[in-house]
């Protein structure tokens, strides 16, 4: 078995549990090192080597034998981890008292508390870390009043003394962790955000676009209903920028993205694929419904204008549309088809929408005009 995928418990993590992995790694780490070195421990005692006593040996036994337990049902579920956490704590907090009461010749047998306090805060965080601190004094100051711990009250008072001091550090440190957790949480949220949103628009960018586009694409094909893309492209975008400014040109197509935004349902996908090039991906809905549509944001952007320093800018836009078929391997099929219907609207003058229909030859750019006879487009 490979040693990654055993301290992962088998489980596969995604990118956003990365933390979680983080953890299942560090809680087997742990307990490879407690069951081994607790039966060794019990071993070593058996042969007289290190003797820690008959009833803390097999205490020690149980200990390796309960924690291999705990590793099989770690890997039955990811959401055990919070359970088998505690679960080890417990344990390890039974086993520590047992060696208190039962091996008084270990004058450093309240070190072992130390180390639950630490492990604690570091696999369950602060409140487990404060509770353990609290419930390894109360252990010490109780098997003291009932047992002869053969320690001096020096020594006691030292050890609690030294827990607590420990378990503040430890609080300081599990702090700033945490922090330091949160803070690349939302560093990673505003990447990803980055990553796939256009920096002017601030709708989906072409990257995302392309793997919503494939994910939504195989679906289509499986339970076979309408995939339709319709590719729009801002006629004579440049003369724009090179006779009013690239900053007219941002605000106009900012504009164009609000006005597509009043028209399109919040479950198209919609997105900003390059320059002045546009997607949008209709789920279960056919080329000619997606026609209404194409020619219902055409006639919009048609009439519409933005004014710039005093300036009536206007602008068309050309339609390129395509719909799924059952031949289709990949979504880059669809976009193909939609790019060639784009270029046949470009070569008939623009401001045009065009469809490819039963073959790549068979395109068609009629001019109907949207009336008051058509209705708006809506799912």
């Known amino acids: 078995m490979n040693i990654n995928n055993f301290l992962h418990s088998g489980f596969k993590f995604t990118d956003d549990e990365n933390l979680l992995q983080f953890k299942f790694k560090m809680l087997n780490s742990i307990f490879i090192i407690v069951a081994f070195f607790s039966a060794l421990f019990g071993l070593l005692s058996d042969l007289s080597i290190n003797d820690i006593g008959p009833i803390h040996s097999k205490v020690n036994y149980v200990y390796s034998f309960l924690t291999i337990m705990l590793i099989f049902f770690l890997r039955s579920s990811k959401t055990n981890y919070n359970l088998t956490a505690y679960a ?37 965080g602060k409140m487990s870390g404060l509770f353990f601190t609290l419930a390894s004094i109360v252990v010490i100051l109780t098997v003291n009043f009932f047992v002869d711990m053969q320690l001096s009250q020096v020594a006691i008072n030292s050890g609690i003394l030294g827990l607590i001091i420990g378990s503040f550090l430890s609080s300081i440190y599990t702090n700033k962790i945490t922090d330091y957790e949160n803070s690349l949480k939302q560093q990673n ?21 392309n793997e919503i586009s494939e994910r939504y694409f195989q679906t289509a094909q499986k339970n076979e209903f309408c995939l339709t893309l319709l590719l ?50 209709l789920s279960q809905v056919s080329s000619a419904d997606a026609y209404i549509l194409a020619e219902q944001i055409r006639k919009e952007i048609e009439n519409d204008f933005m004014t710039y320093e005093g300036q009536d800018i206007r602008v068309t836009i050309s339609i390129g549309i395509s719909e799924n078929r059952k031949t289709d391997t990949a979504f880059e099929n669809i976009f193909s ?8 609207a470009k070569e008939e003058g623009r401001n045009k929408t065009c469809y490819v229909g039963s073959s790549n030859d068979d395109l068609h750019c009629p001019n109907s005009i949207i009336d008051n006879n058509v209705p708006n487009y809506s799912i």
């Open 337 to 344: 088809r939609a790019d060639m219907a784009l270029y046949k």
């Open 189 to 209: 949220s505003s990447l990803s955000l980055l990553a796939s949103t256009d920096y002017l628009t601030g709708i989906m960018n072409r990257r995302m676009f």
């Open 232 to 281: 729009l492209d801002l006629d004579h975008f440049k003369k724009v920028n090179d006779t009013y400014g690239h900053q007219a040109g941002d605000q106009l197509l900012k504009r164009f993205v609000e006005t597509l935004e009043r028209i399109l349902n919040k479950s198209d996908i919609f997105a900003r694929i390059g320059g002045e090039e546009f997607g949008i991906l």
């Open 88 to 124: 080890l704590l417990i344990i390890s907090l039974i086993t520590f008292t047992s060696s208190l009461i039962f091996v008084p010749q270990d004058e450093f047998r309240m070190i072992w508390f130390y180390l639950l306090v630490f492990v604690a805060y570091m696999i369950s």
